[in-house]
């Protein structure tokens, strides 16, 4: 299993998001994610151009998002 910097884990073609257990997230282009929570019955989508320098802030407010919603 790979790792990168901003907190996710690569394993099987999906994305783990660690602070989100059991979470699974497909990475697009330029800003384009499927993040899927079962703990929260929660699938998220942002479609979306960003450039890549916002990738931190982009994925700060999605985790934001994805914690204001109570399981």
């Not at 299993?1 to 282009?29: K, T």
């Not at 330029?30 to 982009?58: F, M, N, S, W």
């Amino acid at each position: 299993m790979e790792s990168d910097e901003d907190g996710f884990d690569y394993g099987s073609h999906w994305w783990l998001w660690r602070d989100q257990p059991g979470s699974m997230a497909c990475h697009g282009y330029e800003g384009q994610y499927c993040l899927v929570v079962p703990d929260k019955d929660l699938v998220l989508v942002h479609l979306g151009k960003c450039p890549a320098d916002t990738r931190i802030e982009l994925t700060r407010r999605l985790r934001a998002l994805i914690n204001s919603i109570d399981s």
